[in-house]
């Protein structure tokens, strides 16, 4: 049973985010006070009691606006609605009753679900109230008086909120889905990936680089199987950081990657593997995530016989710190080979937990190091003693040796290599940890 939906809706600017953030404990949600900032809908898993739902933040509604994002914002609403167990009206009490506020009354209470009013920007209950009670004039119930940026009246609001629960909603277990989060730079066709993926319109597409400023999350079936795709925001260059906006962007993309099993790099076929590529790569590479890196737009390429051949040089190149992520060429506009990500997700992720046993990895060791000798210094030679593996997600070893001073990068990389050609581990990082141990006499 999947937990129950909430969704965040109001106008913009009167603090959906901030309620949200103020809920989910992080800074998922952009916050400004620029109406219109928060584009997309963003979900967060928040625990109440003893209760787990999952909580979706929307972009505000503006009724009468026929501005594309707008529009488009007014549709993310309309899905919340439409996906949503129970809704949180918020208004502001500073702004008072708003036409707006009536329009979108009208809107929820034609949607037929429960809907929880929030008063917001309360933060002297004595002083606003006489204001809060101009809102029973909105028709859809009891007011709640609260002020996101203060946590007053969340624990009431919060216990209004879950009555509307199923019994079946409390102590939910944690979520074992695949979770895949898809990075890249700005307008390289991730919303639209994420669309083919899902089938459908769930993430706003536009020319507009940066339309997608938050990570949202998408539930995909296929073949029977679901996953759950992270969409991050475009990263830009640091020198294109001319808003907060962005910095928050940024900071979120390194947030999604730490919540993904697998990361998926989409990298513009039309433009080439560039260096920043390189740098949003190495946020995952760094967090030791399975890595595809997917070659987007590969239908607009003119090709020969040495035209794929050309592009995973030259990303081989770029991206030599990670010279075991998997490549695949597609495009989302056409589907061609989208459907391969998913095999590709199921074997990365199987790589990522793989565990191999301490007695065959010995084995492989002893070869590899009768086959290379290890490195001296001063006379001194390298011993390797003892490997383990110690976790997963990444797999990580831990190699014993005489003296960790001659455990040369070089050589733990040909370690690394003689392993991978034994085990395969597609698609992840491997992590070594060296640990001295007393000469054996």
């Given amino acids: 049973m999947s937990k129950p939906v909430v969704a965040i809706v109001g106008r913009p600017n009167v603090g959906k985010s901030t309620l949200f953030n103020t809920l989910a404990g992080e800074r998922i949600s952009i916050v400004k006070d620029t109406p219109g900032v928060t584009r997309d809908r963003i979900y967060a898993d928040v625990t109440w009691l003893d209760y787990s739902f999952t909580l979706i933040d929307t972009g505000g509604i503006e009724p009468d606006s026929a501005d594309v994002i707008l529009s488009q914002m007014r549709e993310q609403a309309e899905i919340a609605i439409a996906t949503a167990d129970v809704i949180m009206f918020i208004t502001d009490v500073r702004q008072g009753l708003q036409d707006a506020d009536a ?29 809060v009670y101009e809102f029973y004039n909105l028709g859809i119930g009891e007011p709640y008086p609260v002020s996101a940026s203060s946590m007053l009246g969340l624990g009431d609001m919060l216990d209004e909120v879950v009555k509307y629960f199923p019994d079946s909603a409390r102590d939910q277990e944690e979520d074992e889905r695949p979770k895949v989060a ?28 940066g339309t997608t400023r938050d990570a949202i999350d998408t539930d995909v079936k296929y073949d029977g199987k679901e996953y759950v795709f992270i969409d991050t925001a475009g990263l830009r260059r640091k020198n294109k950081i001319k808003e907060e906006i962005e910095r928050y962007s940024i900071i979120r993309a390194v947030t999604a990657v730490e919540r993904a099993d697998v990361v998926i790099i989409v990298i513009d076929a039309t433009e080439g593997v560039t ?9 995952a590479h760094d967090r030791g995530k399975g890595i595809i890196i997917a070659v987007n737009k ?7 016989n040495s035209t794929v051949k050309k592009h995973t040089e030259k990303i081989r190149q770029v991206l030599s710190f990670m010279p075991y992520a998997e490549i695949l060429f597609i495009s989302a506009k056409s589907g061609q080979r989208v459907n391969k990500l998913f095999e590709l997700i199921d074997l990365v992720i199987e790589n990522n937990s793989m565990r191999v046993a301490t007695g065959v990895l010995n084995e492989i060791v002893a070869e590899a190091v009768a086959m290379q000798q290890p490195p001296t210094d001063k006379g001194k030679r390298l011993k390797i003693y ?56």
């Fill in 182 to 209: 898809i990075i890249g730079k700005p307008n390289v066709g991730k919303s639209s990936l994420i669309n083919r993926l899902a089938q459908e319109d769930r993430v706003i597409v536009s020319d507009i680089a």
């Fill in 275 to 283: 260096e920043q590529d390189a740098k949003i790569a190495g946020i």
């Fill in 298 to 304: 590969w239908d607009a390429i003119e090709k020969d």
């Fill in 103 to 131: 329009k979108v009354a009208d809107m929820l209470r034609r949607s037929k679900k429960p809907v929880v009013l929030v008063v917001n920007k309360v933060d002297s209950f004595e002083k606003f109230m006489p204001d």
């Fill in 386 to 441: 003892y490997v383990t593996q110690v976790s997963v997600k990444p797999p990580t070893f831990v190699v014993f040796v005489n003296d960790k001073n001659l455990m040369h990068f070089s050589y733990t990389r040909y370690l690394e290599n003689r392993i991978r050609d034994t085990f395969g581990f597609t698609g992840t990082a491997l992590k070594f940890i060296t640990r001295e141990r007393k000469e054996e006499s």
